[in-house]
């Protein structure tokens, strides 16, 4: 079965960082490119960062560059998304979802809140 | 950055009713648009990439349309399962982006 699974999640200080991880599996992973999409409370889809499958080729959302950094680990199977200096605007679930074009699979996603 | 408007922003329709959203792109897209269908507490699942292509395993109820900055999502004979949100999100540059969202509510 294709699937991913976010994991990471959870309550940090505005300032703080916090570290996601994206487990992939059932297709070779090395062949696909994979992404970040995060969802506000109550709100609509935000597309985040973008990596090829070689990681070679990352993009960020402006909101989030210079803060957030996306990495693949190919031998693991497995995706990170190191997140630095959040505000309370990076509250949200995270999905991590598969492809360079349409996304065809998502993982169940992981809720980061970013409150003292 | 490309804008993409989603209307209505909510859909009232019944049980077996065809219903239709419309996107529409800031600039033109050529065809690289997607519509994404998600229930309360669970991820997006694709439903229509490339305006009009059907992903694997969804229903033929569900069919797109349109190509340049205007798009179409309809449904023909709704079902239960049907009553969530849609997105559609262009796929033509980045950043990558998505309609606000249409609800769409059982009357």
């Known amino acids: 079965e294709v699937q991913l699974v976010e994991s990471g999640g959870g309550l940090v200080q505005p300032g703080g960082s916090l570290r996601l991880s994206c487990a992939a599996s059932g297709f070779i992973f090395s062949t696909y490119s994979l992404n970040w999409v995060r969802q506000a409370p109550g709100k609509g889809l935000e597309w985040v960062s973008y990596?090829?499958?070689?990681?070679?080729?990352?993009y960020y959302a402006d909101s989030v560059k210079g803060r957030f950094t996306f990495s693949r680990d190919n031998a693991k199977n497995s995706l990170y998304l190191q997140m630095d200096s959040l505000r309370a605007e990076d509250t949200a679930i995270y999905y991590c979802?598969?492809?360079?074009?349409?996304?065809?699979?998502w993982g169940q996603g992981t809720l980061v809140t970013v409150s003292s | 950055d490309i804008q993409m408007t989603q209307s209505p922003s909510t859909l009232s329709a019944f049980v077996g009713d065809r219903v239709t959203i419309t996107c529409r792109a800031s600039q033109t897209i050529s065809t690289w648009l997607a519509w994404y269908q998600q229930k309360p507490g669970k991820a997006p699942e694709l439903l229509i990439y490339?305006?009009?292509s059907l992903q694997i395993g969804v229903p033929s109820r569900f069919s797109g349309s349109g190509s340049g900055t205007e798009f179409t999502l309809t449904i023909i004979s709704l079902q239960p399962d049907d009553f969530a949100t849609y997105y559609c999100?262009?796929?033509?540059?980045?950043?990558?982006?998505f309609g606000q969202g249409t609800k769409l509510e059982i009357k």
């Open positions: 999100q262009q796929y033509n540059s980045y950043p990558r982006t």
């Open positions: 490339k305006a009009s």
């Open positions: 979802a598969r492809g360079y074009s349409a996304y065809d699979v």
């Open positions: 990596i090829s499958g070689s990681g070679s080729t990352i």
